[in-house]
């Protein structure tokens, strides 16, 4: 079936996903102004109060140009990799394939060894995988497919960032259970700060949740961490930290910055627009 037949099947009332009814949706703006209403009904778009309603607001109506292009995870690295002050944050080496499929022979181009694989146009899009001896990789490379052939910008109310990211698997070394250090900034201005330990898939461990300071701060978004506080050898961290995530977040008008400490050395994750597709609770202390 064409992709056009496919549409016209949906038009008849067939397929009716969440997934489809963004894909095909005449004004994408306001559907995605629909399911923030219907997923979110306490989000304030029209009025934002505070940072969950402007994070959502920005996810609708901030078309920053940049974004996309920090979005797609193979064209952040080649920036990073590009700038002579933040090129020592990538963790290397880094294998990466622009394709719309992943097969068998870009498999066997890496070296034996741990690896931990994510498509570059969408979020959580990824997995670890043991390259040896006895090892079959057909389950992760039907994984790898599955998410090429899908466009996560219709996933989550329509995260326009994502919609037009050519895709591609970018192969780096796994590292293990790494702190994730979540900067959440608007306007180049630091947050507040999380850190939180990813277990294995859809299972976290949060950790902290702080001011910009690493102090007690005024509310906490999501899930209620461990402490509120950071402890002094984070806070050497934190500083270390901070001019990376300034020159990075610059002036987007909101940015979660993610980065690892890996053995004293700041490296790259990623930059988040719009948090869990911003379906995110605010919580005052």
């Not at 008849?12 to 399911?35: I, M, P, S, V």
């Not at 029209?46 to 309603?53: A, E, L, T």
């Given at each position: ?67 996309p292009l920090w979005a797609d ?132 461990e949060f950790m902290t949740f ?76």
């Open positions: 079936m064409t992709p056009e037949e496919y549409r016209q099947e949906w038009l008849k009332g067939l397929y009716h996903t969440d997934y489809n009814n963004c894909r095909f949706a005449d004004n994408k703006e306001q559907f995605a102004r629909d399911w923030i209403k219907n997923k979110l009904p306490f989000v304030n778009l029209d009025n934002p109060q505070n940072i969950v309603d402007r994070i959502n607001w920005c996810k609708i109506y901030d078309k920053d140009e940049r974004k995870k193979i064209s952040a690295h080649n920036k990073i990799a590009l700038n002579p002050n933040l090129k020592d944050i990538l963790i290397q080496p880094s294998y990466i394939w622009i394709c719309n499929e992943f097969t068998l022979d870009m498999f066997n181009q890496l070296p034996d060894g741990k690896w931990f694989f994510r498509c570059n146009h969408g979020s959580g899009w990824n997995m670890r995988f043991e390259k040896k001896k006895g090892n079959d990789p057909s389950y992760l490379i039907s994984k790898l497919n599955e998410w090429l052939s899908l466009n996560y910008a219709y996933i989550g109310g329509y995260e326009w960032q994502y919609e037009n990211i050519t895709p591609g698997v970018i192969v780096q070394p796994d590292l293990g259970q790494l702190k994730d250090w979540n900067f959440w900034c608007e306007n180049g201005e630091i947050k507040y700060v999380q850190t939180v330990r990813k277990l294995g898939k859809n299972l976290e702080t001011d910009a300071d690493g102090n007690e701060p005024d509310m906490y978004i999501g899930v209620k961490p461990i402490r509120f506080k950071l402890l002094d050898s984070e806070r050497t961290i934190l500083e270390k930290m901070k001019p990376i995530v300034k020159k990075l977040s610059s002036d987007f008008k909101f940015v979660r910055v993610d980065l690892y400490s890996i053995n004293s050395e700041v490296k790259f994750s990623e930059l988040t627009f719009s948090p869990c597709s911003g379906k995110l609770i605010l919580n005052q202390l």
